[in-house]
């Protein structure tokens, strides 16, 4: 019962976690068709600014709670910056080629971002946890939670809410989903494709950096940590089928519940859970289980 | 393919070059030049599925197998003979690639390259945590002995570069050979019009399977030659990030010939040699920087630098 308990709650979490984690890589691919392996190094340039950022406010002495607004503000900041840059200086020169092209330059971004982290950072661990210290911990069925991962829960679910709002119910969303349909039709219709393009890039690369933030407090912000996160975002994106939120977010509950039950029931399959539930959704479902039907085109 | 159909004495000028070269070069440059042509056969192995627009994530699955065929059989079975392990490693990384070709043969484009990603890091996941296949340390491999003989270390890696160069040079052979075939003919067909290959009554899914199968023994031997060259084996081999150095590889090399795989490689273990020796910390940006050119400017990789200048003068 204890188990089943901190299986659930520990399984919560952590699809929160995956899916503020991988929801900028769907959102990416559903518009653009973009496969953004770059993704990895947002996340890692997101947690790094943040670590440093909430470092210096806490070295200031300032009141601890800004240091949430802190987090957020460091990564809007640089998922920004790097995302525009990403999308106005490199991907444009690439739109119209083979999408496996395409992947590969978004790796050839990843390989110089993940070295740019370490020359602007240098090599240390950056330690950010005292925004999760903050909250402490909570009871649940008589297990302690730390309150900073639970929380993660309903930040998650209100990112989902809001994306699949704007995208069902707003004028923009309107457009980026004309987008998605036909492209050169939309373009005649006088949309302008490109803009949606950086628009939607530029979000989705700032919940990448969200996602490398939110995790900055919980884990040693150090090397490579990108290189484990994209491909985690990866599976979680494929199940749910690429390029539907909703499809993240049930491909997020269900990654995180397998990695949970793994982790208490048998520790020594917390990987292969993962990469087994990716494989069988493959298998069963080639194009994740949200993905909308496509033509086949002769 | 270009290089037999071009000229069928370039394949064993080539290799016979390196044979001899390697009688004079230094023990560093042996082992280097053994990992280069060992890595070179993976990406042959891609290259093979690049040329019908398949693009695999997850090569290093087979690359791994053929590795850890390699050290289990040493470790468990005291198998010591370098060519006995190169049969078991094809063997294994055959079996392997025959079983899930079934599956993958029915995945295109970014399914085919995330479903074999997912195998990959299954396999990754699995050598992580299993104590009993070394873990996340792995383990070391002795020096193989040969038909019997059992040189010493300096020997035994001038032996193994020269197995090396056997099997670089029959797999191109043999890759050349396949493409040439009629069932390598359909490759490019596949490509460019899957549902009209299919109406005109080939066996597409067959095809890729056959395909798929020699890609993945490809990558098993150089799984098990650097294993054997690199005297140690350990997850990464597996990881994901194997897996995008030889796409990175493929791309540099270009599909233009047999023989591009080994040469991108070498450029590729020659700019990662002295780059982590150099530029430890921005040695990635330099590959990354590397890989945009040649997607912007050599689309068709380093080796049709060779093939303009020969169609300029025709």
Same mark, same amino acid.
């Not at chain 1, 240390?124 to 069925?141: R, V």
């Not at chain 2, 990464?236 to 791309?251: A, L, Q």
């Not at chain 2, 912007?296 to 020969?310: C, D, I, K, N, Q």
């Given at each position: 019962?204890?188990?089943?308990?901190?299986?659930?709650?520990?399984?919560?979490?952590?699809?929160?976690?995956?899916?503020?984690?991988?929801?900028?890589?769907?959102?990416?691919?559903?518009?653009?068709?973009?496969?953004?392996?770059?993704?990895?190094?947002?996340?890692?340039?997101?947690?790094?600014?943040?670590?440093?950022?909430?470092?210096?406010?806490?070295?200031?002495?300032?009141?601890?709670?800004?240091?949430?607004?802190?987090?957020?503000?460091?990564?809007?900041?640089?998922?920004?910056?790097?995302?525009?840059?990403?999308?106005?200086?490199?991907?444009?020169?690439?739109?119209?080629?083979?999408?496996?092209?395409?992947?590969?330059?978004?790796?050839?971004?990843?390989?110089?971002?993940?070295?740019?982290?370490?020359?602007?950072?240098?090599?240390?661990?950056?330690?950010?946890?005292?925004?999760?210290?903050?909250?402490?911990?909570?009871?649940?069925?008589?297990?302690?939670?730390?309150?900073?991962?639970?929380? @993660?829960?309903?930040? &998650?679910?209100? +990112?989902?809410? /809001? #994306?699949?709002?704007? $995208? *069902? =119910?707003?004028?923009?969303?309107? !457009?980026?989903?004309?987008?998605?349909?036909?492209?050169?039709?939309?373009?005649?219709?006088?949309?302008?494709?490109?803009?949606?393009?950086?628009?939607?890039?530029?979000?989705?690369?700032?919940?990448?950096?969200?996602?490398?933030?939110?995790?900055?407090?919980?884990?040693?912000?150090?090397?490579?940590?990108?290189?484990?996160?994209?491909?985690?975002?990866?599976?979680?994106?494929?199940?749910?089928? @690429?390029?539907?939120? &909703?499809?993240? +977010?049930?491909? /997020? #509950?269900?990654?995180? $519940? *397998? =990695?949970?039950?793994?982790?208490? !029931?048998?520790?020594?399959?917390?990987?292969?859970?993962?990469?087994?539930?990716?494989?069988?959704?493959?298998?069963?479902?080639?194009?994740?289980?949200?993905?909308?039907?496509?033509?086949?085109?002769? | 393919?270009?290089?037999?159909?071009?000229?069928?004495?370039?394949?064993?000028?080539?290799?016979?070059?390196?044979?001899?070269?390697?009688?004079?070069?230094?023990?560093?440059?042996?082992?280097?030049?053994?990992?280069?042509?060992?890595?070179?056969?993976?990406?042959?192995?891609?290259?093979?599925?690049?040329?019908?627009?398949?693009?695999?994530?997850?090569?290093?699955?087979?690359?791994?197998?053929?590795?850890?065929?390699?050290?289990?059989?040493?470790?468990?079975?005291?198998?010591?003979?370098?060519?006995?392990?190169?049969?078991?490693?094809?063997?294994?990384?055959?079996?392997?690639?025959?079983?899930?070709?079934?599956?993958?043969?029915?995945?295109?484009?970014?399914?085919?390259?995330?479903?074999?990603?997912?195998?990959?890091?299954?396999?990754?996941?699995?050598?992580?945590?299993?104590?009993?296949?070394?873990?996340?340390?792995?383990?070391?491999?002795?020096?193989?002995?040969?038909?019997?003989?059992?040189?010493?270390?300096?020997?035994?890696?001038?032996?193994?570069?020269?197995?090396?160069?056997?099997?670089?040079?029959?797999?191109?052979?043999?890759?050349?050979?396949?493409?040439?075939?009629?069932?390598?003919?359909?490759?490019?067909?596949?490509?460019?019009?899957?549902?009209?290959?299919?109406?005109?009554?080939?066996?597409?899914?067959?095809?890729?399977?056959?395909?798929?199968?020699?890609?993945?023994?490809?990558?098993?031997?150089?799984?098990?030659?650097?294993?054997?060259?690199?005297?140690?084996?350990?997850?990464?081999?597996?990881?994901?990030?194997?897996?995008?150095?030889?796409?990175?590889?493929?791309?540099?090399?270009?599909?233009?010939?047999?023989?591009?795989?080994?040469?991108?490689?070498?450029?590729?273990?020659?700019?990662?040699?002295?780059?982590?020796?150099?530029?430890?910390?921005?040695?990635?940006?330099?590959?990354?920087?590397?890989?945009?050119?040649?997607?912007?400017?050599?689309?068709?990789?380093?080796?049709?630098?060779?093939?303009?200048?020969?169609?300029?003068?025709?």
């Amino acid at each position: 019962m204890l188990t089943a308990a901190a299986i659930l709650v520990d399984g919560l979490d952590y699809a929160a976690w995956l899916f503020i984690v991988a929801v900028g890589l769907t959102l990416i691919y559903g518009v653009m068709k973009v496969v953004n392996v770059a993704h990895g190094g947002l996340y890692s340039m997101g947690a790094y600014a943040a670590a440093w950022a909430v470092g210096l406010y806490f070295d200031r002495g300032l009141a601890p709670a800004g240091s949430f607004l802190v987090l957020a503000l460091a990564s809007v900041a640089v998922g920004g910056v790097v995302g525009l840059a990403l999308e106005r200086g490199l991907l444009r020169l690439f739109y119209g080629r083979d999408d496996i092209l395409i992947v590969l330059v978004t790796y050839a971004a990843f390989l110089i971002l993940e070295n740019l982290v370490l020359q602007i950072w240098g090599v240390e661990a950056y330690p950010a946890y005292q925004p999760a210290t903050l909250l402490g911990t909570m009871t649940i069925a008589g297990l302690p939670f730390s309150t900073y991962e639970l929380a @993660l829960v309903p930040l &998650a679910a209100a +990112i989902g809410a /809001a #994306l699949i709002w704007i $995208l *069902a =119910r707003t004028r923009i969303g309107k !457009l980026v989903r004309a987008v998605i349909h036909d492209r050169e039709m939309a373009s005649s219709f006088g949309i302008d494709v490109g803009r949606v393009y950086t628009v939607t890039f530029v979000v989705g690369a700032v919940l990448g950096a969200f996602g490398g933030a939110v995790t900055a407090p919980i884990i040693s912000v150090a090397p490579g940590i990108g290189v484990e996160v994209i491909v985690l975002a990866f599976a979680v994106v494929v199940i749910g089928g @690429l390029g539907s939120v &909703a499809g993240t +977010i049930v491909g /997020a #509950l269900l990654v995180g $519940l *397998a =990695r949970a039950a793994a982790v208490h !029931l048998l520790p020594q399959v917390e990987l292969f859970a993962i990469y087994a539930v990716m494989s069988l959704v493959l298998v069963l479902r080639p194009q994740g289980l949200f993905a909308p039907a496509r033509q086949r085109r002769i | 393919m270009g290089a037999l159909a071009r000229g069928p004495w370039l394949l064993p000028l080539v290799f016979g070059a390196l044979a001899l070269l390697s009688l004079v070069l230094t023990p560093f440059l042996v082992y280097l030049l053994t990992v280069i042509l060992a890595r070179g056969l993976v990406v042959l192995g891609l290259l093979i599925l690049w040329r019908t627009g398949l693009m695999s994530f997850g090569q290093a699955l087979y690359f791994g197998v053929g590795a850890y065929a390699v050290g289990l059989a040493e470790k468990y079975w005291g198998l010591r003979d370098a060519f006995a392990l190169l049969a078991l490693a094809l063997a294994a990384s055959a079996a392997m690639a025959l079983v899930l070709g079934w599956l993958l043969r029915q995945y295109r484009d970014i399914y085919f390259a995330m479903l074999s990603l997912a195998f990959s890091m299954i396999l990754y996941g699995t050598l992580v945590k299993s104590r009993v296949l070394g873990s996340t340390d792995g383990f070391t491999v002795p020096a193989p002995h040969f038909l019997g003989w059992a040189p010493g270390p300096a020997l035994a890696m001038h032996a193994l570069l020269l197995l090396t160069v056997a099997a670089a040079s029959l797999g191109s052979f043999l890759a050349a050979r396949y493409l040439a075939s009629p069932m390598g003919h359909l490759t490019t067909a596949i490509r460019d019009n899957e549902i009209r290959v299919e109406y005109l009554g080939y066996p597409v899914r067959r095809a890729i399977h056959v395909k798929y199968v020699f890609a993945a023994m490809l990558a098993g031997a150089g799984g098990a030659l650097v294993a054997l060259a690199v005297g140690h084996i350990d997850p990464d081999m597996t990881y994901w990030t194997t897996s995008g150095e030889f796409v990175f590889i493929t791309i540099l090399a270009g599909p233009g010939s047999v023989l591009a795989p080994f040469l991108g490689a070498a450029i590729f273990e020659a700019v990662r040699t002295y780059a982590t020796a150099y530029a430890p910390y921005s040695w990635q940006m330099v590959l990354g920087i590397c890989l945009l050119l040649l997607i912007l400017f050599l689309p068709r990789g380093v080796w049709s630098l060779f093939g303009a200048r020969r169609r300029a003068a025709p």
